[in-house]
């Protein structure tokens, strides 16, 4: 249940700002690890939109989820730069450190790209990652 | 004391400079966080006394503070990357620190808004029309006429928006600059905002760049009071690629989805909640301070080639001996980036491609090492500058499947808005399955319906498929809302021009 006293905060702490929607799920995204449909209800009420309006942002975005997941991420860069410098090589390595215990999310570019493969846990990052060292870092997540 | 200077950039952190710095420390030194010096195979870089040292690792401390080290690089300034570069918008690259207002102002910092702030605001777009800067995110748009559209522009309130969206893979000029010099940005947004007539402005930063919004925000609290009466928010993404497109960058803003809008109405009249926007790039806006120094303007022009004036941050990422920062006048050619300043592929391999401007570009063939970098050359070429990232790519890559990934690509990334992308996209990538597999393609179970009546009840043949291909490349082209469906195309039919055999035989 991501309703509540902290729920009413974050509403609060953005209250009359422009194009408060945003940040709003933001922080509570931050906060409950997710946006919920009860969030979103909330959400709606405080900002006069329909919940229709507030879910349809929140499932446009890759960083806003329905459901929280508590693993720990590790985000793998798989674009282009980190492609041609063969983060696609590691990838089954990683996938198979990860198992079902860490959440492996592809992302298009961490702005590493001279020095991939790159990945990033919380806001740490790491590059010229090859595959002992990616399979050291998802083992470690 | 010994004052050692290490980048806090976010691509030194990650090849291990907190590491190195705590060393330092440790053995007595002072240790100056700076920017970057964009020499990115050399991360971390350690610099003593004007001497370079990289890439260091916690081990070297002793011998690097002895003068012994095997990592010694001899003057930084000196090295041949940095002394062929021409620095305009990355001048302060490596040599101050990102948060220092004094290092800011020693070196020019805040000449340029006093001296904008001293004249009538007309005349602030005619030197930046004078200077003839163009939009750096891509579409290389003459800044000057956008700046005089919205001052122009009837409206009480007015925004100037800086587009630091940078998702392009291959690209970090961007992020470079919002973490080693945040201030000439906020200069540079100043100085558009006193030139338009608003008063607010905002940063949107993608939430893959966690330091640069911490920079900026830090760097926005030091320099408010220069600032004002101008007030900047920065403003965090989600996750989409398309919201580096303007429109759709203003409807995240105003907390919308991230849709991209028809064009009439132009930003510049209807942008952001509806008012007359400028909506700039992070290296357009920090371009400007130095233009609007004493004489900034005709020197900015005196630069480049054609109508693509002044410098460009040229990013050399990918499979390449030295990747990094690589300002220079427009008109250098590619094969010098990729083989005598970029030395090469990582892998010593030979080159095969190169992709220049984003995953939205075309993939260049080492015979067209001779174009010059200019937005007109390479538009003749249909190829893109974009936003002056190259990608090279060894002889390992499969041009094929990197035609798909465009594809792939684009379809996780359509907004959905339009047709052509959002379901082109799904197509493209199963064609090129298709085409790829070889074996000529039946009809499927929709086609085999009777009231298909204009689909092919025989098998297709490769060439077919090529034609069906080229047809989907078109409409796609022609008939998408933004860059994303419309520009997915370079990348496909470019790698299927010099690379078919990465396609299948057609056996």
Redesign the interface.
Known sequence: MTTGPRLDEILAAHAGR??????I??DVQAAFGCVDAGAEAEVAKA?NLSRAEVH??VS?????TPSPDPRPEVQICR???????GVEALVLAAEAAAGSRVRLKT??????????P?A?VG??????LDEAALVALVRGA | MTVVRISDDALALACGADAVAEAFAKAGCTVERVSSWGMHWLEPLVEVDGLGFGPATPVDVAAILAGSSAKAIGPIADHPFIARQQRLTFARAGRTRPLSLDDYAATGGWAGLDRARRMPAADVVAEIMGSGLRGRGGAGFPAGIKWRTVAEAPGARKYVVCNADEGDSGTFADRMLMEGDPFALLEGMAICAHAVGASRGYIYVRSEYPHAIAKLNAAIGLAAARLAPFVVEVRVGAGAYVCGEETSLLNSIEGKRGEVRAKPPLPALEGLFGCPTVVNNVLTLAAVPHILHEGGASLYDSLGVARSKGTMPIQIAGNVKRGGLFETAFGITLGELVNDIAGGTASGRPVKAVQVGGPLGAYLHPDQFGLPFDYETYAAADALVGHGGIVVFDDSADMGAMARFAFQFCAAESCGKCTPCRIGAVRGAELIDAIRSGSPRGPDAVERAPQMHNAPKAGRTRAEQLGLLEDLCDTMQSASLCALGGFTPYPVRSALKHWPEDFGDGL
């Open positions: 422009d194009g408060a929607l945003l940040p799920l933001h900002l349809g942002v446009f975005y890759h960083d806003f674009a282009e730069a980190c492609q041609a410098r992302v298009y570019c961490l702005g590493l790209c001279s020095v991939g790159s990033r806001d740490t990052l790491h590059a010229r």
